[in-house]
């Protein structure tokens, strides 16, 4: 069972940058492709970023092209690092696990079925 935790939300201002971390207390997610999805308040779950299970190939959301990145460490720990931050990225990111192993990656949030608890992200002057 997958039991996902993420770390490192929290507020910053404009322009500014955060690091969030994902790891797996119940499973490996070795065959299963990784990913963040966000919820800000009043709206919908949507997706942000994921990473392939197989070749490390990054999908992004075209509102966050450029500045964020997704990566997996030597740990296995899931990374996205947050760059040149915008009021509009304030919300509950959530790092997820897709439904099935070994598939290619949907830049859907419905493509996720595992998630943690989230980690909140204000971005604010």
């Known amino acids: 069972q997958v039991q996902l935790r993420e770390s490192g939300g929290g507020l910053v201002q404009p322009g500014g940058s955060l690091r969030l971390s994902c790891a797996d207390s119940?499973?490996?997610?070795?065959?299963?492709?990784m990913g963040w999805l966000r919820q800000a308040p009043g709206k919908e779950r949507e997706f942000v970023a994921a990473?392939?299970?197989?070749?490390?190939?990054a999908y992004y959301a075209d509102f966050v092209q450029g500045r964020f990145f997704i990566s997996r460490d030597a740990k296995s720990t899931l990374i996205l690092q947050m760059n040149d931050l915008k009021p509009e990225d304030t919300g509950v990111y959530f790092c997820a696990a897709a439904r099935t192993p070994r598939t290619r990656v949907e830049m859907a949030s419905s493509y996720f079925n595992s998630w943690g608890q989230g980690t909140h992200v204000t971005v604010s002057s």
């Open positions: 119940g499973r490996t997610f070795k065959n299963y492709a």
């Open positions: 990473i392939s299970w197989i070749n490390e190939a």
